[in-house]
Antibody, heavy 127, light 108 residues
């Protein structure tokens, strides 16, 4: 079964740090780009960032809202991706999902999708 | 602000057809993918590419694209289709990812 399981969420004070993990199973993790997406309560999905595979130099990219504060990494030997969050702000409070990115060549347009998604882990930034 | 624009809310009578749209410049270069999210649950992929459904997604869900607009159509909406729907694509640079603001679908 293809599965992603996040862990590491919790309550942290503003300015603090937290590291989330995303354990993968059922697919070739090492060849997959992994993304993090968050959702504040009652709000829409917000892309956080991604890390590509070793074949793509483990390249990372981040949303402007977290760039310089968040770092995505991976350990292919453990089939796990990580999201290190530093200098946390109250507006970072959200459920954080990890998801596998997939892509294919299309006729005239690129094809990209996210599947599967983890169940999410809640991060609360509050004093 | 999102580079993909969706109507915040749409309603449909049970058994009727509804179209949910997503607009953005990047959709001229990339197909949208669509996700269904029910309260308290993770998003679920329902459509990707030109009009591809993952295994387990009912065939009443379909997708289409024209110009800068992508559409998700539910033909014969069921009560269990009531959910939030999000479109997704790359941004205009092609390097980052964007989601639409989401459309809350109500089945009457």
């Amino acid at each position: 079964e293809v599965q992603l399981v996040e862990s590491g969420g919790g309550l942290v004070q503003p300015g603090g740090s937290l590291k989330l993990s995303c354990a993968a199973s059922g697919f070739t993790f090492s060849g997959s780009a992994m993304h993090w997406v968050r959702q504040a309560s009652g709000k829409g999905l917000e892309w956080v960032g991604r890390i590509r595979s070793k074949a793509n130099s483990y390249a990372t990219a981040y949303a402007a809202s977290v760039k310089g504060r968040f770092t995505i990494s991976r350990d292919d030997s453990k089939n796990t991706a990580y999201l290190q969050m530093n200098s946390l702000k109250t507006e970072d409070t959200a459920v954080y999902y990890c998801t596998r990115h997939q892509a294919a060549a299309g006729t005239g347009r690129g094809i990209n999708w996210f599947d599967p998604w983890g169940q999410g882990t809640l991060v609360t930034v509050s004093s | 602000s999102s580079e993909l624009t969706q109507d915040p809310a749409v309603s449909v009578a049970l058994g009727q057809t509804v179209r949910i749209t997503c607009q953005g410049d990047s959709l001229r270069s990339y197909y949208a993918s669509w996700y269904q999210q029910k309260p308290g649950q993770a998003p679920v992929l329902v459509i990707y590419g030109k009009n591809n459904r993952p295994s387990g997604i009912p065939d009443r869900f379909s997708g289409s694209s024209s110009g800068n607009t992508a559409s998700l159509t539910i033909t014969g909406a069921q009560a269990e289709d009531e959910a939030d729907y999000y479109c997704n694509s790359r941004d205009s640079s092609g390097n980052l990812v964007v989601f639409g603001g989401g459309t809350k679908l109500t089945v009457l």
